[in-house]
């Protein structure tokens, strides 16, 4: 394998006390869930994809689990992952439940 580096963050917020840690935590496993995809051979956007369903399945993050509401007091939330490789991308915007 290529020398490669995976970089995840849990959102652009300014952390509350009470969950530093376990946000830290949670980084690094979603990092970890990525690296391992990468040492079984799997591709780039496959990493991505674990490392990212990481961050949905844990509470400690508004990804999966809600979203920041908008200012109407609503969940509104966009994704978009992308193969640079390939030059492909996919993507939804103002998903709403």
């Known amino acids: 394998m290529e020398q490669c580096v995976i970089v995840v963050h849990g ?4 952390i509350p006390d009470n969950v530093k840690e376990r946000s830290h935590e949670g ?6 869930a990525g690296w391992k995809v990468l040492q ?5 956007v496959d990493a991505v994809e ?5 961050l949905e ?5 508004d990804a999966g689990y809600g979203s920041v509401l908008t200012d ?3 969940v509104e939330m ?9 030059m492909r991308s ?8």
């Open 11 to 14: 959102g652009a917020w300014a």
């Open 27 to 32: 980084v690094e496993i979603a990092a970890k």
């Open 40 to 44: 079984a051979g799997g591709s780039a």
């Open 50 to 54: 674990a490392a990212v369903i990481s």
């Open 57 to 61: 399945n844990n509470p400690v993050f």
């Open 72 to 74: 109407s007091g609503e």
């Open 78 to 86: 966009d994704a978009l992952i992308m193969d640079g490789g390939q």
């Open 90 to 97: 996919g993507a939804v915007g103002a998903v709403s439940t």
